[in-house]
């Protein structure tokens, strides 16, 4: 059983920075696509950055160059850093994982990021 679970959203200052982590079991890093999505109040959900399921990283424009994601294969964890944060940053922010070979994805349950003064 998939089980994906992200942690450390919270409320920061516009120019500050967050690390979101998303504790993973049950789907391998190797061969499947990681990645985060995030969701805006009365927006679609979109992508934010990914590894891709040869661990390439990929990012939107609009945080590349702000948002590092890296993972821990030992700790089975994915992570976001996000720097020099705007307040159009502001959404729940999704972990996904995607099981290549049949398409399956796997969500969980989003963390509340606030970037306001």
């Known amino acids: 059983q998939v089980q994906l679970v992200e942690s450390g959203g919270g409320l920061v200052q516009p120019g500050g920075s967050l690390r979101l982590s998303c504790a993973t079991s049950g789907i391998r890093f190797r061969g499947n696509n990681m990645g985060w999505y995030r969701q805006a109040p009365g927006k679609q959900r979109e992508w934010v950055a990914s590894f891709t399921s040869v661990g390439v990283t990929n990012y939107a424009d609009n945080v590349k160059g702000r948002f590092t994601i890296s993972r821990d294969v030992a700790k089975k964890t994915v992570d976001l850093q996000m720097d020099s944060l705007k307040p159009e940053d502001t959404a729940v922010y999704y972990c996904?994982?995607?099981?290549?070979?049949?398409?399956?994805?796997?969500w969980g349950q989003g963390t509340q990021v606030t970037v306001s003064s």
């Open positions: 996904r994982g995607r099981i290549t070979v049949s398409g399956q994805e796997y």
